[in-house]
């Protein structure tokens, strides 16, 4: 080995040529050429000499879809179709066997009775590796559709190319029935829950874990071990659909979701439709919640996937989100997202014409202890019912009066009650978080999303406006009416004329 790749590993080959005197002037093109074609970065590194984790799970990817028996090795039928598929020409007999010998040789447990195993396909891609054979790899790679960034990308653009900023993507049926049983074969003890290993376990052939990080980190519910119910690991699938469905589609393939990827995912009819037409066919809703500090915003998420409560103050900095399915009694199962949006963020938020165009339904909560805490949700409902009416992307709100445990400030019912009813919504819901009180909270936002065209907020200016809209219609019908009542009286007074004529 060169010392100058001696000393610096990330150097791939080092080769003396010149140009002048034309030595191995072709070589240089040669490895030029094969750097660009089949890096060794993505695949190896250099340092441990072992192959990169993301490596690692593109090949464990293929190794599953090609164990078509599922018994955790590749048989010689299963070596020889693998061959087939990325080489386009099969293995002779002699040929497996001298494979498995290799591996044998240097890692015993790469092969059983059964076949070659995952240990022992990852022993020989690293092997290749090694020996300078990356093409070898990055072949079986880009077969199985990843590309240089050990990713599968999948173009959604003839499903999403005409999707508007008030529709929705929600997973098929055929997309949750599929989750559900990968859900059970990953449940390995059958508890009812996927533990952070078998969750691991289940993400370890996809690019990376993809609940790990905020958004999805922390916003299902789980259990005392941290294991996921189905409902919490359904929720993380809806809430990713939902923000994100490209990457979502792209996790279904990691994790082997069969037939046409676009297949896994609807889009959903307008929200300006939903209202006009007073009913929805969504199963997932998105309720934004407002309110100002220490509201109870945090707690009322907390929860809805059921943390408990806590009197220390955590202020929330960023949006957060929590998803959990709502059982309605004769309707079934929906999923809710709340997103909180903290108070300094709302005018950020709504400086995007539309903002309110995703949110299904808006909660105002205050703190029913505080006038101030009230007044400043107060303003909050005003900013987003204008915001609504400005831009035509009305929703449904709710006034939630949280700390209902606490004694409420004197005047704090008929304020409260005054506004909601002069914008013509329903009147404020008490709940207490400290001592479990939600007043059916949950199941009321769903039934408050599933009617959109109800509870939408009107402010004075809304009401003005559409007065005067009402006042230009009926004028231009009056004038209308004149006209045609003109037009005929000018036609029956001509018939008149043209006879009296005639008779003179």
């Avoid at 993301?54 to 039928?77: E, M, N, P, T, W």
């Avoid at 010998?101 to 059964?114: F, S, T």
């Avoid at 231009?476 to 018939?495: E, H, K, L, T």
């Amino acid at each position: 080995m060169s010392p100058i790749m001696q000393h610096f590993r990330e150097i791939e080959t080092c080769i003396e040529c010149s140009a002048f005197k034309h030595i191995q002037i072709p070589e240089v093109f040669f490895y030029a050429q094969k750097a660009v074609l089949h890096p060794t970065a993505p695949l190896f590194d250099q340092d441990t000499q072992t192959l990169k984790p993301r490596c690692v799970r593109a090949l464990k990817r293929i190794f599953i879809l090609c164990d078509h028996d599922r018994d955790g090795a590749l048989s010689d039928a299963e070596l020889n179709d693998f061959q087939v598929r990325c080489f386009n020409a099969p293995l002779q007999p002699s040929e497996i066997t001298d494979v498995k010998q290799v591996v044998e040789e240097k890692l015993p447990e790469g092969v059983n009775d059964r076949g070659l195993t995952l240990s022992g396909f990852l022993f020989l891609h690293a092997l290749f590796i090694e020996k300078g054979r990356l093409e070898t790899t990055w072949t079986v790679l880009r077969k199985f559709g990843y590309s240089n960034e050990l990713k599968i990308t999948y173009d959604l653009s003839p499903v999403l190319a005409k999707k508007t900023p008030d529709q929705s993507v929600e997973l098929t049926n055929k997309a949750f029935e599929f989750l559900k049983s990968i859900f059970a074969l990953f449940d390995g003890d059958q508890d009812g829950a996927l533990k952070p290993i078998e969750l691991e376990d289940l993400f370890s052939t996809a690019a990376d874990s993809p609940w790990h990080e905020v958004p999805y980190k922390d916003a299902a519910e789980k259990n005392v071990l941290e294991g996921l119910s189905l409902d919490g690991f359904l929720s993380e699938w809806a809430l990713m659909t939902l923000l994100d469905p490209v990457g979502s589609v792209e996790n279904l393939i990691y994790i082997g979701y069969p037939g046409d990827p676009s297949s896994a995912i609807c889009v959903t009819r307008r929200r300006r439709l939903d209202r006009k037409k007073q009913q929805t066919g969504r199963n997932i809703f998105q309720c934004f919640v407002f309110g100002p500090k220490k509201a109870g915003k945090s707690a009322l998420l907390n929860s809805f996937i059921g943390r408990p409560f806590s009197d220390s103050y955590v202020p929330t900095l960023e949006e957060r989100y929590a998803a959990n399915v709502v059982d309605l009694p004769g309707v079934g199962k929906k999923t809710l997202v709340l997103r909180e949006i903290p108070e300094d963020e709302v005018k950020k938020l709504l400086s995007n014409k539309e903002a309110l165009a995703v949110c299904d339904l808006a909660v105002f909560v205050h703190d029913s202890s505080d006038e101030s805490s009230w007044e400043k949700s107060a303003q909050l409902l005003l900013k987003v019912a204008t915001h609504g009416e400005n831009t035509g992307y009305e929703v449904p709100c709710l006034i939630v009066a949280a700390k209902d445990d606490l004694d409420p400030y004197p005047t704090a019912i008929q304020d409260s009650t005054r506004v909601s009813q002069d914008m013509g919504i329903e009147a404020p819901i008490p709940i207490s978080s400290k001592l479990g009180d939600f007043n059916s909270i949950f199941r009321r936002i769903v039934r408050g999303a599933e009617q959109p065209h109800l509870s939408i907020p009107e402010t004075d200016a809304g009401k003005n406006r559409k007065h005067y809209n009402q006042l230009m219609k009926s004028s231009v019908i009056v004038v209308s009416v004149a006209a045609v009542v003109g037009i005929v009286a000018v036609s029956v007074y001509r018939v008149y004329a043209a006879r009296r004529n005639a008779s003179s």
